[in-house]
């Protein structure tokens, strides 16, 4: 794997409290600089939302619009984010992530992709190890992006805090949508293929894969912060489209361990 350099984007892990907890970092070194604005003007912003529990199963009507609701999980920095959400303003968007800091750019990149408010969007700060406290089925979430997330391969044992693992397909499964979708992007081969031994084990069938997300051309991409640094890597991207096809697994996802060999692609 290529370890790349970040200031300020968060890819460790958190502890309970929800502070970074530099005994589990992964992906990459925490290198986190605390931006002094960005609380403030979070604090300050309409749509942005702070561990929102009471939220949970009433987030259609956060917005003034009711249209489908599509999640993005880990949205960092809101790069490509902004994007998406200001290209398709007949959806709404909740976009989450752990730090205030990364948020605080994505509020600043909404503020400048809008040129106003957006009307369609909601930033939210939580840990999504626990995102069933704050989502339900009544929430009817069509989609969930899932971009770059921290591929944890430095110790099987971490496999568990992947964003993708069965612990968190299970809590997904119960506020997606019959037939809703996870789009799932990586420039991680070990986390690509494991995960798509998880979206197969949980009952995800998949709609659409590629091992070169760009060569293959699909659209619409938005393109992340992660995703660009790594093309110009010359890292592939991995790409898929699952979709849900049952609401509940039907073995113990925190007890279960992936084998290595023992599931074929
Ligand atoms: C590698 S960055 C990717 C950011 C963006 N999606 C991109 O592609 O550029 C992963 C992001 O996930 C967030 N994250 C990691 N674990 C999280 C968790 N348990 N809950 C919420 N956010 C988390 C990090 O703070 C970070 O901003």
Not at 11 to 23: A, C, F, L, M
Not at 208 to 223: A, I
Request: proline letters at 6%.
């Amino acid at each position: 794997m290529i370890a790349i350099g970040t200031e300020d984007c968060y890819t460790g892990t958190v502890d309970r409290s929800g502070k970074p907890d530099p005994g589990r970092v992964g992906y990459n070194r925490m290198h986190m600089r605390r931006k002094q604005w960005a609380r403030p003007e979070l604090d300050a912003c309409p749509y942005y939302y702070n561990d929102p529990e009471e939220m949970r199963g009433k987030w259609k009507t956060a917005f003034p619009k009711v249209q489908p609701l599509m999640l993005e999980l880990g949205c960092g920095k809101g790069v490509s984010t902004s994007r998406m959400t200001s290209s398709n303003r007949d959806i709404n968007y909740i976009a989450v992530d752990i730090s205030p800091d990364v948020l605080g750019d994505a509020r600043r990149n909404m503020a400048e992709a809008y040129g106003s408010e957006p009307d369609n969007v909601i930033l939210c700060r939580f840990d999504i190890e626990n995102i069933h406290r704050f989502f339900s089925k009544e929430d009817e979430i069509e989609r969930i992006y899932i971009h770059f997330c921290n591929p944890w391969t430095e110790r099987p044992k971490h496999a568990k805090r992947r964003l993708t693992h069965p612990r968190q397909l299970e809590q997904y499964m119960a506020f997606l949508k019959e037939h809703g979708e996870i789009w799932f992007k990586t420039d991680d081969d070990e986390l690509f293929r494991d995960s798509l031994v998880y979206f197969r084990l949980c009952g995800f069938e998949t709609v659409y894969l590629t091992r070169d997300l760009h060569k293959d051309g699909f659209q619409p991409n938005y393109v992340s912060e992660h995703e660009k640094k790594y093309t110009e890597l010359g890292v592939p991207i991995k790409f898929g489209i699952l979709r849900k096809t049952k609401d509940q697994l039907d073995f113990d996802p925190t007890r279960w361990r992936l084998t290595p060999g023992m599931y074929k692609e």
